[in-house]
């Protein structure tokens, strides 16, 4: 059992198709753990990125973020991480196969409407700049935070 980031982006917020994105993740399976509506400031936008501080494209990136309210949510799940990158699908949504979030909703790498983890440890990393207190897993899945 996993838990993944996931994060519907600004641009995926003002079109108003965040329930459209959550439908695809209860469909496929996953549980919702936490959800929250937030804005998000310079500070958390350029530590959710500091992989990609050295990119020319990271400063258009951190406005992007920080433009309008984003949708921060832990989803969880066998191998949440991969099966949510699979959903979500290519980063660039010319390669994103239709059928995939980013496929289906979004036409240009810049504004690509959802994040999600790229790894266990990014999902760690990121579910706890995000959310102060998780909620235990999800009692339908048979685990609760703490157990083995
Ligand atoms: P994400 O972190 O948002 O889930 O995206 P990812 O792992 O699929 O891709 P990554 O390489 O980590 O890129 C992070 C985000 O940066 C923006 N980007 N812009 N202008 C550009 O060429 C460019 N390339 C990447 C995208 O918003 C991408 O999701």
Redesign the pocket.
């Known amino acids: 059992m996993e838990r993944t980031f996931v994060m519907v982006k600004p641009d995926g917020v003002q079109r108003g198709v965040i329930g459209s994105i959550i439908n695809r993740f209860e469909q496929k399976g996953f549980k919702l753990n936490a959800i929250k509506l937030m804005s998000i400031d310079h500070a958390l936008a350029e530590e959710h990125?500091r992989d990609?501080r050295m990119k020319p494209?990271f400063g258009?990136?951190v406005d992007?973020l920080t433009s309008g309210s984003v949708c921060a949510m832990i989803w969880e799940g066998p191998n949440a991480v991969a099966n949510a990158r699979a959903l979500?699908g290519k980063?660039n949504p010319v390669e994103a196969s239709p059928g995939t979030i980013r496929g289906d909703y979004a036409m240009d790498?810049?504004s690509?409407i959802v994040?999600?983890s790229?790894s266990p440890e990014s999902a760690r990393r990121e579910i706890g700049l995000f959310f102060d207190q998780e909620l235990p897993m999800n009692p339908i899945m048979g685990f609760m935070q703490g157990e083995p």
């Open positions: 990125y990609l494209f258009e990136l992007y979500i980063t790498v810049a690509n994040h999600g790229d």
